[in-house]
Antibody, heavy 116, light 107 residues
Framework: QVQMKETGPGLVQTTQTLAVTCTVSGVSLTSYGVHWVRQAPGKGLEWMGV???????NYNSVLKSRLRISWETSKSQFFLTMNSLQTDDTAVYYCGGTTPWYFDFWGPGTMVTVSS | DIQMTQSPASLSASLEEIVTITCKASQDIDDYLSWYQQKPGKSPQLLIYDASSLADGVPSRFSGSRSGTQYSLKISRPQVDDSGIYYC?????????FGGGTKLELK
């Protein structure tokens, strides 16, 4: 059974850097892309970026200057880091797996609140 | 970036109706279009991929179609459990983009 689970800090101060981890079990992600999607309270889904099975990355045009996605495949872990946080970065952060053009799997999400 | 314009933003439907939600792409996306349902407090779930293919375990009352750059999700005789928010996603080109969402209420 495939499981993806996000782990985040819960609360972060403005101007700091966010780090969220996605841990995957039950599947080898060598055939997948692992994406990050966020959802601000009461708002829609926003695609943030992806790391493909070859390690290449693509990012949201607006967020790309603040965003980095990386992985440690030996631990089946994927990482999202985003700097210069503001209060409007408050959201649920999801990781998801695609094969390769649609989401097969999602994590339950982790809520991140950015506070001044 | 490819823009996905989804409509309506919300709708209320009866159990006897046919519900249609549309997403219009700002350019050709060659059927790289999927639909997702999201319930409150839950992650999205795949309904349709490649514009018209039904995901495993999804009831046959859900269907997807395309006309030019407009994609549609149809729910025939929706059930109460179909309430939620529906999103389209284009994966033709990065950055991938979601539609703004449609909140469906069944009455």
């Amino acid at each position: 059974q495939v499981q993806m689970k996000e782990t985040g800090p819960g609360l972060v101060q403005t101007t700091q850097t966010l780090a969220v981890t996605c841990t995957v079990s039950g599947v080898s992600l060598t055939s997948y892309g692992v994406h990050w999607v966020r959802q601000a309270p009461g708002k829609g889904l926003e695609w943030m970026g992806v790391i493909w099975k070859d390690g290449n990355t693509n990012y949201n045009s607006v967020l790309k200057s603040r965003l980095r996605i990386s992985w440690e495949t030996s631990k089946s872990q994927f990482f999202l880091t985003m700097n210069s946080l503001q209060t409007d970065d408050t959201a649920v952060y999801y990781c998801g797996g695609t094969t390769p053009w649609y989401f097969d799997f999602w994590g339950p999400g982790t809520m991140v609140t950015v506070s001044s | 970036d490819i823009q996905m314009t989804q409509s309506p933003a919300s709708l209320s439907a009866s159990l006897e109706e046919i519900v249609t939600i549309t997403c219009k792409a700002s350019q050709d996306i060659d059927d790289y279009l999927s639909w997702y349902q999201q319930k409150p407090g839950k992650s999205p779930q795949l309904l349709i991929y490649d514009a018209s293919s039904l995901a495993d375990g999804v009831p046959s009352r859900f269907s997807g179609s395309r006309s030019g750059t407009q994609y549609s999700l149809k729910i025939s005789r929706p059930q109460v459990d179909d309430s939620g928010i529906y999103y389209c996603l284009q994966s033709y080109r990065t950055p991938w983009t979601f539609g703004g969402g449609t909140k469906l209420e069944l009455k």
